[in-house]
């Protein structure tokens, strides 16, 4: 059989075969119909999923993405609830009673260190000097800040003068405060006695007549003119011009004779802070022994001692000791040790005892910003440092 003849044997059916092959290809025509239909409705059917997107945009708009400040610490969380279960009401710092800062939610160890610095002549000038006071949380200033009546910052020198003399007309109290006023008069006066106007008509500040009255108060006496010009704040100009005028009675140095005669030698002793070494402060004995090491490491952070007072800023020294020894305590003279601001790094700032680390980070970062400081007064200017800070710090610092 020839190969022609084989392919149309093959392609050939019987009468079954065709049969089946035609009820074949029915239902596969039928399955492709089915399938196409069922394919269309599908295309034609829209899913509504606005429900679902709706829930998926309230989950979003629910999350917050967690950062830094989001973070509460346990004293925090501490102090918050403690809060909400106190009402809070308007104080001034300066003038606010143990009870009162028991009802605004102080302890007793806080309390303590705000009697202290008062005691010590310490102010709060604005909203930012009570921020830093020792012990002060600062979330706990946070929520105390609202009800603090005081300024947020200090008024600058151009016109702090504002808060000194009243009666006095407003130029007369603006010379007064940029410095020696130009109609100061000069004659004969006892520093140990003299008023309060007697200052005033002599060109002493307010805040100078405060320190004099202050030294006075605590048993301190002028025994010779130089003695007023080691009081702090006095300008050595200032002190030139009137040293002539100085007048003390020789009765103070007999009466201190004669006491010397009755009393115990060594009670009466002259102790310099500025130049005893921890053996020698020890040698004295009682309050000086306890508190030697103290002292003399003060001293070293300090740069050396201006005036008496400085002693208090020594933390753990108690007023009521000092002023048992204040009249035995003299400020010898000697070259105070200056930072030199525009050199000084954030640790050697910061290890002076009148400056804190975000002190001593302000000033290098207002230093970097803004060049070499060519005076340290810009820095209470532009206000880097709050005027209690300034004050004291001022001396030992030096643009040179």
């Known amino acids: 059989m020839s190969r022609k003849e084989q392919i149309k044997e093959l392609f050939t059916f019987s009468s ?15 399955i492709i119909v089915i399938n196409l239909a069922t394919d269309f409705k599908k295309r034609e059917q829209v899913v509504d999923f606005s429900d679902f997107d709706k829930e998926i945009a309230e989950f979003k708009a ?9 973070y509460v610490s346990r004293l925090d969380k501490f102090i918050i609830e403690r809060y909400d279960s106190l009402t809070l009401f308007n104080f001034n710092p300066n003038t606010t009673t143990d009870d009162e800062w028991i009802r605004l ?31 002060i949380r600062t979330k706990q200033f946070e929520i105390l800040k609202p009800y603090i009546q005081l300024p947020d910052d200090s008024p600058t020198p151009e016109t702090d003068y504002r808060r000194y003399d009243r009666n006095i007309d407003y130029e007369k109290r603006k010379k007064k405060y940029d410095g020696i006023p130009e109609d100061y008069e000069t004659f004969s006066f006892n520093p140990n006695s003299a008023t309060e106007e ?4 002599l060109g002493f500040t307010e805040k100078q007549i405060g320190t004099i009255q202050n030294y006075l108060k605590k048993g301190g006496k002028f025994r010779k003119p ?42 009466l002793k002259q102790v310099d802070i500025n130049s ?37 800023d020594i933390k753990g020294l108690k007023q009521e000791y000092y002023e048992r020894v204040v009249n035995q305590i003299i400020v010898g003279k000697i070259e105070i040790k200056q930072i030199r601001i525009n050199f000084a790094d954030e640790k050697e700032l910061s290890a002076h005892p009148y400056l804190e680390w975000h002190n001593a980070k302000d000033i290098i970062e207002f230093r970097d910003k803004h060049g070499n400081i060519t005076d340290v007064n810009i820095l209470r200017e532009k206000k880097v440092l709050s005027k209690t800070t300034f004050d004291k710090l001022k001396p030992y610092i030096t643009v040179k």
């Open 198 to 201: 007697e200052w005033i008509r």
């Open 62 to 70: 629910g999350l917050k993405e967690r950062g830094s400040e989001d």
């Open 105 to 135: 939610g102080m302890t007793d160890k806080q309390i303590s260190t705000i009697k202290n610095y008062m005691s010590k002549g310490g102010k709060f000038y604005d909203k930012d000097d009570f921020r830093k006071m020792y012990g």
């Open 276 to 312: 005893l070494s921890v053996e020698e402060f020890t040698a004295l004995g009682g309050f000086w022994k306890y508190n030697a090491a103290k002292i003399v490491k003060f001293r070293n952070e300090l740069g050396g001692f201006l005036y008496k007072e400085q002693l208090l």
């Open 16 to 30: 079954g075969e065709k049969k089946g092959i035609f009820v074949l290809l029915v239902i596969l025509a039928v």
């Open 226 to 267: 130089e003695d007023l010009e080691k009081i702090y704040g006095i300008k050595p100009e200032q002190y030139q011009r009137i040293k002539d005028n100085i007048s003390i009675p020789t009765s103070i140095e007999t009466d201190e004779k004669k006491s010397e005669k009755t009393d115990n030698p060594i009670s």
